[in-house]
């Protein structure tokens, strides 16, 4: 069973532009949720799709946005890019408001 | 604010040593409690989880303990090897998964020494 794919791997950004991350959750899961994970801060919630809906977002300004796909993969973008979203952003996806959760490797960004 | 609070942020232990990992909920509707094992480059994966309705779980070299009066879980990893070190997050959920998966403590960064 392939696990829950994240590209790309890494990413480089210059402050202001917009990117697009992209995550395959593992087959028959149809929750998909994004973490960032910046240096000593652990992970914080950012967004839950489910079922092409957004379910619920977390503390995070509307420049962090994305989708969900009617095959259940999701999108992340974040526009108007600041130095401080360096970040690791971590997929996961579970069964429709199930535990536990499966992560990605993740996709490095480095905004400068 | 849902939180789970976990201590210590480091740990440094000989091989063969027992670390151990605390945490503490908030949220009294909180029914699952995993632990995820992360290693440098790569997304956390689960490791271990435990229902309030058990004191105590183990599964080969780990074990959670739990204490719901107390509100608090701990990871214990015996014989500990070099392997093992990594970054542990504890975790805890709703029943169902919750509106926003999991609430995660802040990680402690474990390194177990030759």
């Known amino acids: 069973e392939a696990g829950v794919t994240q590209s790309p791997t890494h990413l480089i950004k210059t402050r202001g532009q917009q990117v697009t991350l992209r995550c395959s959750p593992i087959?028959?899961?149809?929750?998909v949720y994004w973490y960032q994970q910046a240096l000593g801060l652990g992970l914080q919630f950012l967004l839950w799709?489910?079922?092409?809906?957004?379910?619920n977002r977390g503390n995070f300004p509307p420049r962090f946005s994305g989708r969900q796909f009617p095959n259940y993969s999701s999108e992340l973008n974040v526009n108007a890019l600041e130095l401080e979203d360096s970040a690791l952003y971590l997929c996961?996806?579970?069964?429709?408001?199930?535990?536990?959760?499966?992560f990605g490797n993740g996709t490095r960004l480095t905004v400068t | 604010q849902q939180q789970v609070k976990q201590s210590p942020q480091s740990l440094i232990v000989q091989k063969g040593g027992i670390p151990i990992i605390n945490c503490a909920y908030e949220?009294?509707?909180?029914?699952?409690f995993p632990w995820y094992q992360q290693f440098p480059g790569k997304g956390p994966a689960l490791l271990i989880a435990?229902?309030?309705?058990?004191s105590e779980k183990k599964e080969g070299r780990f074990t959670i303990s739990f204490n719901k009066s107390a509100k608090q879980f701990s990871l214990h990893i015996m014989d500990s090897q070099p392997g093992d070190s990594a970054t542990y997050f504890c975790?805890?959920?709703?029943?169902?998964?919750?509106?926003?998966?999991?609430?995660f403590g802040k990680g402690t960064h474990l390194i177990i020494q030759p």
């Open positions: 949220n009294t509707a909180f029914d699952y």
């Open positions: 435990i229902r309030p309705d058990v």
């Open positions: 975790a805890a959920t709703l029943r169902g998964g919750g509106a926003d998966g999991l609430t």
């Open positions: 087959s028959g899961h149809t929750s």
């Open positions: 799709y489910d079922e092409g809906e957004e379910r």
């Open positions: 996961a996806s579970s069964i429709r408001g199930g535990s536990p959760l499966h």
